[in-house]
């Protein structure tokens, strides 16, 4: 019981200071400099298109200068949403990298690793300062969405292969 108490206090009190660490950059942000023409030439290449021709722009590799199309998309959501700050962009890569951090602690779990394990492995990947420049510039976003992609695809792969351990290969069809 005073175990538990101790664990969850613990957890507050990292899930506090990590929020108030990024607190007062976040709110001073600054668009990087990419994003100074990024989006204004994003906003400008999409307007009066149709919804197709929009999506064809998006996932198309062109043009080079804004990269992956995974970018494209990402800045054309997240701007449409909430407009062109710099706030809203470090947001959804911060909700993302909190996201990544459960993702983790699952993988953990699932490695049938101690909870406390987990939760310290799950804990140092949150406040890891190598993460810190893909927060606060908004173009380095992908490198937060390839590592929830590889932690997820990592997850699905031990979910399923403990599945095909107990219950045996799949059958399709009778």
Known sequence: MKRNRCRTAT???LAVAFVYAFWLPWKTALLENDMWW???TLRASVEGKSFMEILVY????????????VLKVYLYVVTNIFGASAQP?????LLLHGVNVVVLYGICRLLQLSRRIAFMAA????????HFHDFFFPSHFRHVFAMFTIFLLFQCYLRAERRLST????????
């Open 11 to 13: 957890a507050a009190f």
């Open 123 to 130: 804990s140092i990947h949150a406040v890891a300062f190598a």
């Open 58 to 69: 998006l996932l198309g590799p062109w043009p080079m200068a804004f990269g992956q199309p």
């Open 167 to 174: 219950a045996g290969p799949l059958r399709i069809g009778a």
């Open 38 to 40: 990024m989006l204004p």
């Open 89 to 93: 962009l470090i947001a959804a890569g």
